[in-house]
């Protein structure tokens, strides 16, 4: 189902374990339970990695769920679908070191880089405050229709990462 950017924040202040609301987002969906209740959402934005924005990818920048099993599934596989759908060509998300992805290889999502854990966001041209995941290792995954091209930045992503 559709919902507002606020409808999703609201959800994400709720029951995400370890982020806070986005900032922004192309779209956002949420999933319900059979009997209308719901039960997850999921935030769809431009790729926080500039490196990644060119106008054809999106990032699923957040998901969560109330442990509803696979609403996790349900709702990487609907952000993709719809994506494709507007024309974008890639998405991708991000896991934290020690995270299965099992929820997203259901849906035919692929690792395809593992990123070291940063020391911190704050950079001169961007002050930021930690957030507590600063030190905690990532995975890149991503989703994408055949035209596509190689994710060659993935090199220069491990540099600015």
Not at 20 to 43: E, M, Y
Not at 95 to 123: F, I, M, N
Not at 128 to 142: K, P
Request: aromatic share 6%.
């Amino acid at each position: 189902m559709p919902l507002t950017f606020r409808e999703a924040c609201d959800v994400v202040d709720l029951l995400h374990r370890h982020h806070r609301r986005p900032q922004g987002h192309r779209f956002s969906i949420g999933v319900q339970r059979p009997d209308g209740t719901l039960c997850g959402v999921a935030i769809v934005g431009r790729p926080v990695n500039r490196v990644l924005d060119d106008r054809f990818t999106i990032e699923v920048t957040r998901v969560a769920t109330d442990g509803t099993p696979n609403a996790c599934s349900a709702l990487y596989g609907a952000a993709w679908g719809a994506a494709s759908r507007m024309g974008f060509r890639r998405a991708v998300t991000y896991t934290q070191d020690g995270e299965s992805g099992a929820s997203l290889r259901a849906v035919g999502w692929k690792p395809v880089a593992v990123l070291r854990a940063r020391t911190g966001w704050d950079t001169p041209s961007r002050r930021r405050t930690e957030r507590g995941t600063d030190r905690v290792g990532r995975i890149l995954w991503e989703q994408h229709t055949n035209e596509a091209p190689k994710l060659s930045v993935l090199d220069d992503l491990h540099n600015h990462e």
